[in-house]
């Protein structure tokens, strides 16, 4: 017999005349006519008979007839599996009625024996045919036979049965914790392996029978959704699997080691991932787990841990369960995990971490402040300067919502500690440098260690899943963003720690500049140095006494000036123009103190040049005089004292004071010889020297050009100096590192009884030779007065400004003046409410304001 592939090779042919069939129908999309049914007679076997019978006529010449559907009607089930892939004689359109039911049956059973043998687990039984045979019988079934309906129930009856036997193998094996994990990761395997032969084998039930039905899942949904209502669905198998993690978490963390059936955890976890059961059966119960279990071990060892050893407690467990993670979990259950450890952990330590005990103290407004000072974790990192440990304190702390714990004792902490510094009177001597250290550390904390990772602004080429991962390993995150926050507290807390001591920190702010500009850059870079400089202004920032440090910062500048001890005038003047510009504007002297000085040159040189002009220029001494305005310089004038230098000085200035005043008429001169210096040629046993010393200095070394040995006593009559500063000037000529005068007797104080006598056994490598003053130094006298004249401008600083504000308000509540009278000078200084009270006291006896009748609390101004 012909096959039906033969048959349709030859498309003008006749051929289905012919074909051993006993009904053909034909039909075509013009005639909406049921086809009709014509026996096949032997006369009709010959071409032409063909245009006789109306059922057999096929117009294959005219085109425009349309597509013809053929329904063959007893088709061998041999037969179709000749047909070739590409042609399907199926048409779900078109029913046919088998003549042979019997060999439908015969492939029904043969893919039904096939199903229970795929889904009997340990079988040793071989399938009833190839893989070919059950995939072709499985079509004809479906197909031909129509029995889709009848294979998918026995299908679910199978896998039911199959899942049941399962469930009653799993449940009965006798394994227990993690080696019963194994028994579960066999029998998925098993089961998915056979899910997809099934699921290849039948083929035309899954895409042809079960896609056009909607209410029908897949086979694939139809096996996995038994398996896990049957399965992970079970209360028994659910408590084995929680059994198995429990054995293998509990004993890794207990034993901080890897356990020996680690490795099935992974397996296990995949099947999870593939059955779409990992969320609910794993992480879900994995997390509530580790919470427990570090909420407990949290509650134990606060007790007998101290806060900083349970710190590094929690750093180590938090490492080790990322560590797990990596090993065992999937991406996505990274973060969770950690994130639940820090909270377990940390969870109600935050404060105990941070600040434990209170106490209260009042700064110097009288405004009570509440300081912990007792920090059981955070200070001594920070007293140690530990700054990965911190910054990792920082880490745990942002992942259990505690930045702001971590905030507020953070600030509490750099007050603390900025007091503590400031307080010390002890150390006053290594105060800035200390307070520059301290700062540095701190800003470096706020830049880097309490700091929020964040992506780069080019995210292209960047892995977002890398960026993750910084947060929760060692390596560096890409970039960093400061937290604002913390970069305030830091502010704040330098702020309220130098009120802890009013006054003397801007003091020795100002000293400490005035040694560096001395000192100069010693070889360090141009911008290093400006860098220390401008560190020392961040400080100057805090303290709310800028009338001290301006006030002795004018001091130490005059005085580098007038001495020449400035190691750069481009960095004093860059120096001054930066506080003028940020800070003050009363800064703004520093450019009349410079003027001063190039007039004062130009005027040496023009009577310089009229002494030359007389041919009364001195061969043997040189005079330089500087001419100050009183206004720009924080000096006070002194009386001269008549007899203190040699006549022939005395001489020179009288000539250069007609000079001037020829010159300029009307101005006064005041001299002031403590600043004066003077160079003076001494001939010693070794040579000859030049000493560089002070007015008074060289005023007691020249009497020792008629005498050799002069008692105290002679040189005080000789020399009319108060007796503090003779005595430091006699002081730092024999009792210093160079001796040009010998004492006796020995010692490092001069007193009453000693005699003095020129050394001339004197040696120095230098040919000139500089003699410290000490008096040019500031002495703890000077300083005192210092202090007394700004506590005096003070106060006319506040009565300026009350005067000032009651002539434009007119009528004033007291609290309402004393409010506004801060307010106006704060930028000099902020004054103590007792110190204003005083001050509208002392003005209501001057009658520029008085109380008002009806009102006491009132203050009125008096036009």
Partial sequence: MTDVFTLLSFPKSRAFSSYGSPYIEVSTQESHSPPRKTPRLDRDLDSASASRSRGHVIKQE?????????????????SI???PAKFDPFIPSCLVHSQATHVYDKEFALVKRSIRLLLTNNSHEKLPGTYERIFNACRTVVSVAQKGEGLYENLKIEVERCNNELARVLKG????????????????????????????????????YMHEKVDLSSIRTLCYSQFSLQIFGNSDIAQ???????????WERKNRAVHAHREVLPKFIARLQHHGQYDEIF???????????????????????????FLLHCEGRRNEEIRRAKDVMPRSSWLVIQGTTDRALLSGRLEWLVKDGKFCTSDALGVAIDFRLVFTALAPLIEQRKEKELERMYQLFVTVDGKKVLLEGFKLCIQGTTRKIVTDVDQDDQMVERLLEFKAFAERLV????????????????????????????????????????????????????????????????KHLDKALRKGQQGKKDADFEKELDAVLGLYRFTEDKDVFRTFYHRALAKRLLLEKSASDDIEKSLLKKLKELYDSEFGMGDHMFNDLALSRDTMRDYNEHRQRLGDA??????????????FWPFAARTHVAGLLPPNMETELLKYTAFYKGKHQGHKLDWYHSLGTATLRARFDTGAKELSVSLHQAAVLLLFNNEMDISFKDIKNAIPLEDSELRRTLQSLACGKKRVLKKQPVGKNVNDGDVFSFNSDFTDPGY?????????????EESKKTQSLIESDRKHVLDAAIVRIMKARKEMKNEDLKTATIDAVKNHFVPDVEMIKQRIGELVDQEYIKRSETDMNTFLYVA
Avoid: C
């Avoid at 992480?283 to 050893?309: C, G, I, N, P, R």
């Fill in 768 to 780: 000139r030779v500089h003699i410290n003053s000490i008096q040019v130094k500031e002495t703890p």
């Fill in 283 to 309: 992480e879900s119960y994995l997390v509530s787990v580790t919470f427990d279990f570090y909420s407990s071990e949290s509650t134990d060892l606060s007790k007998s841990l101290t806060a900083q050893d």
């Fill in 173 to 208: 094996d006798t394994r227990n914790g993690v080696e019963w994990l194994v028994a579960l990761v066999e029998a998925s395997e098993w089961y998915e392996k056979r899910v997809n032969i099934l699921e290849s084998l039948l083929a035309y039930l899954d895409r042809g």
């Fill in 447 to 510: 830049a880097d260690a309490f700091a929020t990772p964040k992506s780069p602004r080019n995210t292209a080429n960047v892995d977002q899943e890398d960026i993750r991962d910084a947060m929760i390993v060692d390596t560096p995150p890409i970039v960093k963003k400061p937290n604002k926050d913390f970069k305030y507290a830091l502010s704040d807390a330098f702020q309220r720690g130098f009120r802890s001591r009013r006054n003397k920190p801007a003091e020795l702010l100002a």
């Fill in 81 to 83: 599996g000749q047909i």
């Fill in 62 to 78: 005219d085109e425009s007839a349309g597509p013809i559907v053929i329904t063959i009607s007893g088709l061998q089930s041999t």
């Fill in 618 to 631: 001195p061969e043997s001494q040189n005079l330089t005089a500087m001419v100050l305005q009183r206004s």
């Fill in 240 to 250: 084995k699997i929680r059994a198995g993690i429990d054995d293998w978490i509990i």
